[in-house]
């Protein structure tokens, strides 16, 4: 078999490192040249970009999905990473066809639902927890240090140097797939051959979200998710931009920013969230996440003050313990052959909102105005790009309004949230869930009756 060695989770984790410490090296320049590319409409452009992104990614992934099952792994993990880092180099040859293929490469931006495939594939049901999690906690890492590498380089060699970079990470990433990732899927568990159909329950990316109103425990959880992640989506899309343009932090604050913000996150999320479980419960740690956020964004939204940036992001830290409980939430309220189903339904609804979230912050932007008619000034000697008056003259009460719409988003999540019973199982609609739930499972990993299925992989949409 092609490859190096056995298929293992490390393969996995370094594919999803190299792959995002390119796009992290990028992070400051892409601010730059988007400001450059877009000056009257950043914020606008900037969410219709990532927009359209997110909505691409959301309608392909099952699809992806459920051909990795017939064709491999590795054909597709290869598919996946080359397409979203294809536009690394066109950020120099021209920033417009840059913009443009960073939104046509959301079809393929789903290395994470192939990888998830990929390690699902070579573990036992007990060590797949561990396994995310180390998948997880390396795409944080990866965020960590690569947006201060490339502000650092950016600023001493000119960014020429860092797109030269990250270009060649990501065909060192290419080469790995090539080369040293084995194909995790035995040829013996695929149909004998490539014609095997795939039907259009399989790739349909509503699919999941159509189950939603079979009972009420489930909706009340769907609409907490989407009213909570939302904005958070929204704020991912255009938040290190707004830090640059309206705020005035320099490409070194950002990339400190969020290498504090990464460290903080990993943090609540393994050592305060098992602390928070354990001590107050389930429901209540979801509902402490979704306060801690409302907190985040409404500081976002008032604050004038780069410090004021700084404490919020310790808020938002804390916030992010909110999805994980969820998840944990599902797990222990649902039967154990309709696990899959829920989270999947949680997880397409997440991928919706990745297409939206950012197109609404972009479009509220526009409205309010909140745009810069001219670049940021010399850096003063204190590091901090000097702000221009434009910004405090035009929205002096209101400096972000996306964020202050997130966190009445938020609120409404929130109440929400309070109907949600904590013991509750779900007693859904057996016969339709199963049918969907063996549907949209591995097709070749049968499972005793009482075996608690995988929550993450019974659905396409991851």
């Keep these: ?52 992104k997110g909505l691409l990614s959301f309608l392909s992934a099952p699809l992806i999905g459920a051909l990795s099952d017939v064709w491999g792994r590795k054909s597709f993990l290869l598919l996946t990473v080359f397409f979203t880092c294809a536009p690394i180099p066109l950020m120099k040859i021209s920033p417009w066809w840059y913009f443009a293929v960073i939104s046509v490469s959301g079809v393929f931006a789903v290395t994470f639902s192939v990888v998830f495939a990929y390690v699902a594939d070579i573990t ?9 999690g180390l998948v997880s906690a390396t795409f944080a890492a990866s965020l960590v240090t690569s947006p201060a590498i490339g502000a650092y380089l950016g600023r001493v060699y000119g960014d020429s140097l860092v797109v030269v970079l990250a270009t060649a990470i990501a065909l060192l990433d290419i080469c790995f797939i090539l080369v040293a990732v084995p194909e995790s899927l035995p040829e013996k568990m695929r149909p004998a051959s490539w014609g095997a159909p795939i039907s259009w329950e399989q790739a349909d990316p509503f699919a999941s979200l159509k189950k939603v109103g079979q009972d009420s425990i489930v909706l009340l959880i769907c609409i907490t998710v989407f009213l909570s992640y939302l904005p958070e ?30 460290i903080l996150s990993i943090i609540a999320q393994t050592i305060v969230l098992s602390l928070l479980m354990r001590s107050i ?54 039967d154990a052959d309709q696990q899959g189903v829920v989270q999947g339904m949680i997880t397409g609804i997440r991928g919706l909102c990745n297409g939206l979230g950012p ?36 929205n002096s009460i209101i400096p972000g309004p996306p964020f202050l719409f997130g966190a009445c988003s938020v609120l409404l999540a929130l109440l929400v949230a309070l109907f949600i019973p904590e013991h509750t199982n779900l007693n859904l609609r057996s016969s ?10 591995h097709p070749h990993s049968p499972q005793a009756p009482g075996e608690a299925k995988e929550p993450l992989l019974q659905d396409t949409n991851v």
């Design 124 to 132: 036992q049901e007990h060590e797949r927890s561990m396994a995310y």
């Design 359 to 394: 197109a609404l912050y972009g479009f509220i932007f526009y409205i309010f105005h909140v745009e810069l008619n001219e670049l940021p000034m010399p850096e003063s000697p204190s590091g901090s790009s000097v702000v221009t008056q434009y910004h405090l003259q035009q």
């Design 233 to 262: 989506a929204g704020q991912y899309s255009s938040f290190f931009l707004y830090l640059r343009q309206i705020m005035g932090f320099s490409s070194e604050s950002v990339a400190a920013f969020i290498a504090v913000l990464g």
């Design 432 to 441: 339709s869930w199963k049918k969907h739930c063996v549907s949209h499972g």
């Design 1 to 52: 078999p092609q490859g190096i060695g056995s298929p293992s989770v490390y393969h996995a984790v370094i594919v999803i490192f190299l792959e995002f410490f390119a796009w992290g090296l990028l992070t400051a320049p892409t601010l730059v040249v988007l400001h450059e590319t877009f000056p009257k409409h950043t914020f606008l452009m900037n969410g219709l970009i990532q927009g359209v």
């Design 281 to 334: 419960g389930n429901k209540n740690t979801i509902l402490l996440g979704l306060g801690f956020q409302i907190l985040q964004l409404a500081w976002y939204g008032f604050g004038s003050e780069p410090w004021m940036m700084w404490a919020a992001g310790a808020v938002a830290a804390m916030s992010s313990i909110t999805f994980p409980a969820v998840s944990a939430l599902v797990s222990r309220t649902a």
